[in-house]
């Protein structure tokens, strides 16, 4: 069945949505396209109209009277059928791209990071937007890109056309993409324009190291209290989260301020702001932190811990920001740390260690005493793995103590202490007060100089056991770094339990993963000898669940080398990195190349991945 001219007249029940598709007609291109039977058609279209009406009252006791209604698309959804193909559940995007197929139109997932938020509000009003559930969102070949929920939409078309004076493009998408997307973008655009209204024009941009003056105009100090301010924050901190956002990059430019989030390891920017309105805004995240917002000249550091609501009513959550501000040549660039008690606090199992090396680095944080060390570059998960040992072994028996430059994440069952260089209080200086608390475990946030490493040392001889982290590349190369830092190398070999290196990767998406192979040359990349054989590896080829890229999450990649008699005779020698690395690998070490192989291989990751965290190590 073709689908109807819009405004053709049907003897259907009408939708409550101009321009979209009743229900019955939907079930009939549903069926023309072999994804519903005629049975399947006739058993829901019924049972309706009563389900749209029980989804509308939820959705408006829900959100309130400004809700929209449902569409025909999330009623037939709702009833959980399975497709007569391959007997997966109808859902709201198998219907669009059902619709999409029926129409000619192209299927456009809404990707939030991605709209432009200067150009909707100025093409659409809110109430036109919501109402048609029409969505701009960009230009493509000298048309400007709406996307609507249905193929009947074809007036919103010729009255944008008209409103802006260029061509429309419709694409069609999901209405549960859509009107989320509207709602953000005008409550943000509002809230901001509601700001800069009440904070005025400042005569002077003192944040500004180029001292741009705007002669004739006036206003008033800005004010981080401001209701319209505080909004703003509320939505860049609750937009974050949802996004699964590791950083909040707020970083002042000569004319505005770029709002960039850190999702996967990769940045995104995802707002531009007015440079007023950053000023508020950064005036309010300072006075969040207890930080002096005075204070323009001089870093500062802060924390807060947030209460927020997960998506799809999945209860709360807490968070704790970490707050960095640091004074840049167009004024303060701030960032925020995100710990999530949901990534940094996980089982060792969720790491991603491979069986072997999981059961090696229980063995060793379930010793009474020695040292265990986690080592790799910033940002590769060692703080994570180290409060997941930590928590594999707390118990009501064990006294366990960290000291922390700063305390990434203020856990109950530990006792944190933080680095302040300020009053004297080193790594060293807490580690030597800290032996006098009796102490089981002790967890150093790094081991960075001589008097931490013989203080950690002999803490892991005197009867405890040390969890810490060392900045080197691999794990057979920590010893060489420790012995540098002034160890003794058998004293090293009688306290040491095991290193353990990582690395993060970003893993395949697994909504638009597909299969194929490595080339010649990626292969030779990668030190491997493939002969006339093919090695089938699995990648992205990206969608709006991974922006495109392919990539959605991470795991960690490890290298897990634990002492035995013949590597402690080796360091007590000393030997060199390479004698150690030979003889660990000859005992199943697994080195980060190999690792990385092994998540390539098993699917999880991609060749670009491989290369990527594994660059500086000789495969």
Partial sequence: ?????????????????????????????????????????????????????????????????????????????????????????VTELRIAQTLAKASGLRLQRIDSLKLDAKLITASVSRAYARRNCALPLGHEGGKLLVAVDSPLSSDVADTLAARIGQPVQLVLGLRSEIIPAIDDTFHFRATLRSAAADLGEPLTDIGNLEQLVKLGQSGREVEGDDKHVVHAVDFLLRYALDQGASDIHLEPKREQALVRLRIDGVLHTVQQLPKLVFAAISSRIKTMARLDIADKRRPQDGRVKLSHHKPQGQGEREVELRISTMPTAFGEKIVLRIFDPEVLLQDLPGLGLFPRDLEHVQKMIHRPHGLVLV?????????????????????????????????????EAFNQTAVQPKVGLTFAGALRTLLRQDPDVIMVGEIRDAETAHNAIQAAMTGHLVLSTVHTNDAPSTIARLVDLGVQPYLLAASLLGVVAQRLVRTVCLQCREETVLTKEQALALGLELGGEQFPVWQGAGCTVCRETGLKGRTGVYEVMAMSEKLRRLISEPADSGRITRQAIEEGMVTLREAALKKMALGLTTFDEVLRVTAEIDG
């Fill in 375 to 411: 080592c790799g570059p910033t940002g590769s998960g060692k703080t994570t793995t180290l409060y997941s040992c930590l928590r594999a072994i707390a118990s009501p028996s064990l006294n366990i103590a960290t000291i922390e430059d700063p305390i990434e994440m203020v856990m």
């Fill in 1 to 89: 069945m073709p689908l109807p001219e819009h405004g053709a007249p049907t003897d259907r029940q009408p939708s409550p949505w101009p321009g979209a598709l009743d229900l019955a007609t939907l079930l009939d291109v549903l069926e023309n396209q072999g994804v519903l039977s005629h049975g399947q058609a006739v058993e829901v279209r019924p049972a309706g109209e009563r389900r749209r009406r029980v989804l509308d009252r939820q959705r408006q006791l829900d959100q309130g009277d400004d809700c929209v209604p449902c569409s025909a698309a999330e009623v037939l959804a709702s009833f959980a059928v399975s497709a007569l193909d391959d007997g997966a559940l």
